[in-house]
């Protein structure tokens, strides 16, 4: 079983970036590929970013065409966190992100694939 707990979400104007941190707890951390998704008021939940598993130091990622250029995903086995750097951020990146762990390989974009999700975290983006 793992937990993750998703933290540094808020209100930010368009332009600024926000950080957001999701710390995990239980099994081996380095056994999961990490996602990150958003779900937009009456919308479905979407792919923002995948980072592969392993101890590294190298890791691959994966980000949706929406956020590429932007978002930068990282992870620290150690401290079992990882990291979504969000920066210019747009009134429609406006969602709650979801932090996901995944056992297979690879990075992953549908929800199907990942095994372990935490609550939460609200992103807003003013105008």
């Known amino acids: 079983q793992v937990q993750l707990v998703e933290s540094g979400g808020g209100l930010v104007q368009a332009g600024g970036s926000l950080r957001l941190s999701c710390v995990a707890s239980?099994?081996?951390?380095?056994?999961?590929?990490m996602g990150w998704f958003r779900q937009a008021p009456g919308q479905e939940r979407e792919f923002v970013a995948g980072i592969t598993r392993g101890s590294g130091p190298t890791y691959y990622s994966n980000y949706s065409d929406s956020v590429k250029g932007r978002f930068t995903i990282s992870r620290d086995n150690a401290k079992k966190t990882v990291t979504l750097q969000m920066n210019s951020l747009k009134p429609e990146d406006t969602a709650v992100y979801f932090c996901?762990?995944?056992?297979?390989?690879?990075?992953?974009?549908?929800?199907?694939?990942?095994?372990?999700w935490g609550q939460g975290t609200q992103v807003t983006v003013s105008s």
């Open positions: 996901a762990a995944d056992m297979s390989a690879g990075i992953h974009t549908t929800q199907t694939n990942y095994d372990y």
């Open positions: 239980g099994r081996t951390f380095s056994n999961y590929a």
